[in-house]
């Protein structure tokens, strides 16, 4: 029940516990700040928040170098979270997920001293499945299931107001989505088809 971290040096993987307060580490998801140090969104059972980790010393197997922090709380238990974590031009980073006890879409981003968190969209009780990506624009867009319209969704911040879309609603669809943004600055996502047990991919 405890958040680990896992990284290659060269020759060997190693492994350290990164948050073991309770059950956390669930829906976790990792990226890289631009000092090189990882960085994890994940998901504290027990209090039912959404906790980030970052290492700020530069010892990994060191639990005081590791940075813990509540983003949000009270965003539901078993489900909540489906984290996916983005590092903005700034530098700072954001995170996508989901609030199964409001049942919403969240973006939470980090501006340097204060975390601010926004609804993005109603999702139903089991929607989620989140993924954020980076415009070039520098503004965040997110792939996620809509389970009260049982389908792939898109929403993206248009520097202004967040947009939302619908993607595919041909049968139970937009499970699992993974979000990139192409050469060309278009989204595209891939995702599952749970009425046809597909794997589809969508682009713009």
């Not at 590791?66 to 995170?95: M, R």
């Not at 926004?118 to 415009?135: H, K, N, P, R």
């Amino acid at each position: 029940d405890d958040l680990k971290y896992a990284w290659y040096d060269g020759s060997t993987w190693q492994m350290t516990t990164v948050d073991s307060t309770g059950n956390v580490g669930q829906y976790t998801s990792l990226a890289i700040l631009p000092s090189g140090q990882p960085a994890i969104s994940y998901l504290d059972y027990t209090n039912k928040d959404l906790k980030y980790a970052e290492l700020v010393g530069s010892d990994p197997c060191n639990p005081d170098d590791w940075q813990k922090v509540v983003v949000d709380t009270n965003i539901g238990g078993y489900a909540a979270g489906y984290t996916s974590l983005a590092i903005l031009p700034s530098g700072q980073p954001a995170i996508s997920y989901k609030d199964r006890a409001n049942s919403l879409l969240k973006y939470a981003w980090y501006d340097g001293s204060t975390w601010h968190v926004t609804a993005v969209d109603t999702i139903g009780w089991y929607g989620g499945d989140t993924s954020l990506a980076i415009l070039p624009s520098g503004y965040p867009a997110i792939s996620y299931y809509d389970w009260t319209n049982d389908g792939l969704k898109y929403a993206w911040y248009d520097g202004s107001a967040w947009q939302t879309t619908t993607v595919d609603s041909a049968g139970s669809v937009g499970f699992y989505s993974s979000l990139a943004i192409l050469p060309s600055g278009y989204p595209a996502i891939s995702y599952y088809d749970w009425t046809n047990h597909d794997l589809k991919y969508a682009w713009y």
